[in-house]
């Protein structure tokens, strides 16, 4: 059984900066794409970041490029998302998404981890 958990969530003042992980936990053979996604209050969840496996291809969406850096630690199945230069557009719901290699291999998402950025 695979299952994909957020944290790093909170509360930060505009212009601060948050690191949020995943960790996935089961039998995993290896994670292949990973990716963030984020919905906002009222809007439809969307993709931040993925990276893939093959090749290392990394891409970012205009809203984040430049602020926000996808990293993974494949030892220990986990990624994370570091976000900085936060401002209060970021408040959402953040998601994590992965493509697991499994006994049962396919898509994973986390629960979510709430991030509220003040002005």
């Known amino acids: 059984q695979v299952q994909l958990v957020e944290s790093g969530g909170g509360l930060v003042q505009a212009g601060g900066s948050l690191r949020l992980s995943c960790a996935a936990s089961g039998n995993i053979i290896r994670m292949d794409t990973i990716a963030w996604y984020r919905q906002a209050p009222g809007k439809q969840r969307r993709e931040l970041v993925a990276?893939?496996?093959?090749?290392?291809?990394?891409k970012y969406g205009d809203s984040v490029k430049g602020r926000f850096i996808i990293s993974r630690d494949n030892a220990k199945n986990t990624f994370h998302l570091e976000m900085n230069s936060l401002n209060p557009e970021d408040t959402a719901v953040y998601f994590c998404?992965?493509?697991?290699?499994?006994?049962?291999?396919?898509?994973?998402w986390g629960q979510g981890t709430q991030v509220s950025v003040t002005s």
């Open positions: 998404y992965a493509y697991i290699v499994a006994a049962a291999s396919g898509h994973y």
């Open positions: 990276e893939q496996t093959s090749g290392g291809y990394t």
